[in-house]
């Protein structure tokens, strides 16, 4: 991988993100949670670990800090934001 020692990454993340390594990362975990909830391929319960998180707790607390809203209501406003069918009238 990046032949780096953490603190070193870590003061670059801060300087450029203007954010922790951990919450840098925390987020593209989040963002890939949201990618997997919106297709429906990842059940609720498998989320955290499929996104890398190895708590449950953890990955809800960075879930909500990141998206704003916890991953179930999350999932519910994706599916009241897809369009149904359109009704075809004869």
Known sequence: MIETNQTYLSNVVNRYFGCHLK???NTYRVEYAKELL???KC???ELPRRCG???RSTFYTSFKKV???SPKRYM???QRAVPSEPIEYV
Do not use: T
Request: glycine share 12%; hydrophobic share 40%; net charge negative.
């Open 23 to 25: 919450d840098l990362v």
């Open 43 to 45: 059940p609720l319960e």
């Open 76 to 78: 519910k406003q994706e």
């Open 38 to 40: 919106r297709s429906g």
């Open 53 to 55: 998180f190895l708590s």
């Open 67 to 69: 998206a704003g809203v």
